[in-house]
């Protein structure tokens, strides 16, 4: 069974495998850590003080405000190096609170600042405390553990008459050895327990907290789908332009050349008459199907008049009566925004048209500074369902590109209701 939050964490050996711990390599690396806590203590409460000293005391005027601003910086440091020191306990990330930024930034006006040097001071506590229960530990499971090679040693405790006996009695030195190795064996537990609880608790203070990095994630996540968004109807206005500019023009001067040759053609053969009858068709349809994609890669009426006037237009063509109510007061939206909602509200319409069986509806557009509302709603017989075809999943894909959100009501013989809604950033 494998415990969610675990793996790979201080605790994951005590936990998942207690029988192993002592033969493997964790205890070491607890007693590492812990003792790497002494020495990097010592030394970042040396530099403490001296940039303190020399700070504050020496020469306050000329030197003291840049080194008081140090301190911050050597805050910083010691999380750096904390962070660090977790892989021997932690094989988790450890994402740093700061977001990765080392220049520019007020490092006292963030709280992550405070929390490394309140474990800074937690540290230069607890690190002389694990030093000594080290030591004391050692010396209390290696020493009986070496019990029956006292006499070998030259600074042997058997001159000691209170361990006399225990040397002189092999059956007595080997029981004292045995206890030493049952000790040094519950050592291993309880270093490898306290290197776990100090190791937690230094990802308390000094990472970032998991719901701080999702909601960091989720925010790059959104501004990369507005990038591409934004990426994308570029790529679609240069298309429409290519279009609009290139083969449109082409097929529109063919169609005049055609014109001219069925002019000159006026007594000729009427087979060869009709084949430039027919070619002259050919590329009138062929024009009208280009006209109908650009206008479906971004509708000059959405340029022209607006979201507003696009969407009446199109409310206007629906064969069930669309009654339009526009609430716009702040100005039009961004682009990407714009045409979102534009195709949103046709997927709406042409659905009311084909599915709803409905005899009227409404049309709602609403905005508020920095958010907007459409909402499509009918009196017909209800029922919608996204499995049911591509049209809504669809619809629901190209407004969450943008950020917004598709909310459908359909009971049935109940109506039909599509409210989409996007906010954005300035």
Known sequence: MRIVGIEGGPWEGLVSAPARVPLSSRPWRSVAYLLGGFLVAVVWLAGTVVLLVVGVV??????????????????????????????????????????????????????????????????????????????????????????PFWRLLPFSPSANPSWQKVTSDPALAWGASLAGLLLLVLGAYLVTAVAAAEAGLARTLL????????????????????RLADAFDSERRRLERDLHDGTQQRLTGLMMTLGLVKMELAGADPEARKLVERAHREAGETLAELQDLVRGIHPPILTDRGLEGALAEAAERCPVPVTVRVET??????????????????????????????SGAELLLRDAPGRIVLQVGDDGVGGADTAAGTGLVGLADRVAAVGGTVSLSSPEGGGTTLRVEVTWTS
């Open 58 to 147: 020496t020469v306050p005027i000329v030197v003291g405000v840049p080194l008081l601003r140090l301190l911050p910086r050597w805050a910083e440091t010691l999380g750096r190096v904390e962070r660090a020191r977790l892989r021997l306990v932690d094989g988790r990330p450890a994402p740093d609170p700061h977001g990765g930024r080392h220049h520019g930034r007020p490092l006292l006006r963030e709280a992550a600042t405070w929390r490394e040097a309140g474990h800074g001071l937690l540290l230069c506590l607890l690190g002389p405390l694990n030093a000594v229960a080290l030591l004391v530990l050692a010396l209390l499971a290696g020493g009986p553990l070496l019990a």
């Open 207 to 226: 990472t970032q907290p998991p719901e701080e990095e999702l909601e960091l994630r989720l925010i790059e996540v959104d501004r990369s789908r507005a």
């Open 329 to 358: 007061s702040h100005g039009r939206p961004p682009e990407s925004v714009e045409s979102a909602l534009y195709f949103a509200g046709c997927e709406a319409l042409t659905n009311l048209a084909k599915h709803s069986g409905a």
